[in-house]
């Protein structure tokens, strides 16, 4: 491994470095930093938790003026809570540099933005339609701009902001640098780079280094009908810490989070048609340990960066290989393990190989779960919680009460009452989940553009009416027109 020191980083930068708990780069950060810093423009094929915003964030840091309170880089993100999060990274690795970076996105007042961007940030981070609408208005003003980065540039295509990036790096000074990083590299991201960047060093992390280490990966096979059951027993079973439940659509995510809630779940949903601040409020909930799981689809947790998440499970697979390893990759992070477990319907057998084949990686089959496991998974956890109560040893104030039941009842009977007190009771509230059209291999590979009848277990298609944060059903390269509802609710 290359450490920050031996690529160049300054004392200041390596302070907040180690404050942030970081001493070695990551490959995507060994490679990219010395050659932004030598002035290059850079592509970088990489997922998100591989590092990819120091790796353009460090190199911003290093060069600019922390003096000239202007806008000096521009970094553009597909959703509100990346950009957030670009920011709140880039300001902790600037925290002794004097850098400062704002986040700009839609869904929140134009005045207070237009208040904060006269205070003088040399970053800003932000969406591409409230980013064009500032450069418009001219109150985002990019004359000094030397630094331009489109961070996930894959999936601002897929949300139908293409035109915008255009637009955005036309309107850049054009002896500016350009730093443009994307899990895949479709086309349509090619063309941008050969006409829009100069000559630009490609640095590609490899698929086995970004998808599955430290995750150990399953799957239960079931009926559509079944999941919702499997998913409770699984969770009572396993009492994850933190789980994030991955779901296709805004309605199913709306649905599961009703059931678990109804289950007595500490649960909540977020996707794209929640207000900024509910979707904010569930998050910081979610941090905090005040929820056990979140419920979500692909958009609204792309670039999550929450530790601490010790399951992924996905309710609904996904529909390509790129999507399914960014939902994984929320767990497994800073050397720890995780789980992921998917839920597959018979006819999604042959997606999930497909995805296998292109991570490179095998999911173990798993059983599912029955009422009687899932019963005797809480019991397991009072147990625990007893044993940890009992090696605390601060017990003797309890012992005068313990011996008046002991001479009324045998132990036996008192402890299994205790444990019945402490074990989680199941609640058998009845839960309805809408079905949805199983993804067969071709619709995954875009290449069936009919409508499925493939709905032996998922009822009518609706699938294939794209409701919520999932990526375009059809699998088709024409997406613009697909994502402009949700390009307007996510500027």
């Known amino acids: 491994m290359t450490t920050f020191k031996e690529i160049g980083v300054s004392a200041p930068v390596m302070k907040a470095l180690e404050k942030m708990g970081f001493e070695e780069a990551t490959p995507i950060q060994a490679e990219t930093i010395p050659l932004a810093l030598d002035g290059h423009d850079v592509i970088g094929q990489a997922q998100t938790g591989t590092g990819k915003t120091a790796a353009f964030g460090i190199p911003m840091i290093e060069k600019f003026d922390s003096k000239l309170r202007k806008i000096q880089g521009l970094v553009v993100a597909p959703t509100r809570e990346l950009a957030i999060q670009v920011a709140e990274e880039i300001n902790r690795l600037a925290k002794f540099k004097g850098v400062r970076a704002l986040a700009i996105y839609g869904g929140s007042p134009m005045d207070r933005q237009i208040r904060a961007l006269k205070d003088g940030p040399q970053i800003v981070v ?137 289950r007595g779940y500490r649960a909540e949903g977020i996707h794209g048609d929640l207000t900024q601040g509910k979707r904010m409020s569930v998050l910081n909930k979610f941090k905090g340990g005040r929820l056990d799981v979140l419920v979500a689809t692909d958009v609204a947790a792309r670039g999550l960066d929450i530790s601490g998440v010790t399951h992924v499970y996905n309710f609904d697979i996904p529909q390509d290989p790129e999507s399914y390893v960014h939902r994984i990759g929320r767990t497994g992070r800073a050397g720890r393990t995780g789980e992921a477990i998917s839920f597959i319907t018979p006819r ?144």
């Open 348 to 491: 999604e057998i042959a997606h999930l190989h497909l995805i296998e084949k292109v991570t490179n990686s095998k999911m173990k089959r798993l059983m599912p779960p029955t009422n009687q496991d899932a019963q005797r998974g809480q019991q397991q956890v009072a147990i625990d919680k007893l044993q940890k109560t009992i090696d605390k040893q601060d017990l003797k104030s309890y012992h005068e009460a313990a011996n008046e039941l002991l001479q009324d009842n045998d132990s036996i009977t008192v402890i299994a009452a205790a444990l019945k007190l402490l074990t989680k009771e199941r609640r058998d509230t009845p839960v309805r989940i809408s079905s949805v059209a199983p993804i067969s291999v071709k619709k995954a590979h875009g290449s069936d553009k009919r409508r499925s009848n493939n709905n032996r277990y998922g009822g009518r298609n609706q699938g294939s009416r794209n409701q919520g944060g999932g990526r375009n059903q059809s699998g088709g390269r024409n997406r613009k027109g697909n994502f402009q509802k949700r390009r307007n609710r996510d500027q």
């Open 126 to 262: 932000a969406t591409p339609g409230r980013l064009l609408d500032h450069m418009r208005r001219r109150t985002i003003h990019i004359e000094n701009v030397q630094v331009a980065v489109l961070d996930e540039a894959d999936e601002m295509l897929n949300m139908g902001f293409i035109d915008d990036i255009r637009d955005i790096l036309k309107g850049i000074p054009e002896e500016r640098q350009t730093l443009l990083f994307s899990a895949t590299m479709p086309r349509e991201i090619r063309d941008i780079a050969s006409k829009l960047m100069k000559e630009p060093k490609e640095v590609k992390v490899k698929s086995k280094e970004m998808t599955v280490e430290n995750i150990d990966q399953f799957f239960i096979e079931i009926p559509e009908k079944y999941k919702f059951d499997t998913l409770n027993n699984h969770l009572d079973i396993n009492s994850p810490e933190l789980a994030i439940v991955f779901a296709r659509t805004k309605k199913r995510v709306d649905e599961v989070t009703e059931g678990l809630q109804a």
